[in-house]
């Protein structure tokens, strides 16, 4: 299924440096609360949003493309199993281990954690930021535009983005 250049430029967030600020308070208060070592918001396209706190890894760009992937993978096993999608993903490692949750329609929150902190705390506060997350980005969903500040997407785009992908491959 193709989208279309009018679609791609409708569907965007349009985040301002206020916004991104309201948004790594949010991550903030999580990590204080929750113990937990890194928060990470990535739209479900596999794009970092923005992150806080301590990851030790050394691509964040690698790891969001990831994150994106696994939980678009997990939506057809959801699928399968006659869910809608699940909305939070946990895995668990030796030394550290990540919870993914939905927040909204276009983002997800990935949480990294290791052993300074639990499961039941991490879950708990990355439920109620998820929440307060949404209401953020509802706001920001629904704010008027200043569509004089923002680049635009040539008209084009969608063909000559085509086009680059033929000719790299």
């Given at each position: 299924m193709r989208i279309s250049?009018?679609?791609l430029r409708q569907d965007r967030l349009v985040f301002y440096a206020q916004d991104v600020g309201r948004l790594d308070g949010e991550l903030d208060g999580l990590l204080e609360f929750s113990g937990a070592r890194c928060a990470i918001l990535i739209d479900r396209e596999g794009h970092l949003v923005t992150r806080r706190g301590d990851?030790?890894?050394?691509s964040m760009e690698a790891l969001?493309?990831?994150?994106?992937?696994?939980?678009?993978?997990?939506?057809e096993v959801a699928r399968l199993l006659g869910e809608d999608a699940f909305s939070t993903l946990f895995h668990q490692g030796a030394h550290?281990?990540?919870q993914v949750s939905t927040v909204g329609d276009r983002t997800l929150l990935a949480?990294?954690?290791d052993q300074r902190s639990n499961l039941g705390l991490?879950?708990?506060?990355a439920q109620e930021t998820t929440k307060r997350?949404?209401?953020?980005f509802d706001e920001i969903a629904e704010r008027p535009r200043d569509r004089s500040?923002?680049?635009?997407?040539?008209v084009d785009y969608g063909d000559e983005a085509a086009a680059a992908l033929d000719e790299l491959f």
């Open positions: 250049d009018d679609e990851a030790s890894c050394s969001s493309a990831l994150v994106a992937g696994s939980f678009a993978a997990t939506r550290q281990s990540i949480v990294v954690w991490v879950r708990f506060y997350l949404e209401q953020v500040t923002e680049q635009s997407i040539s």
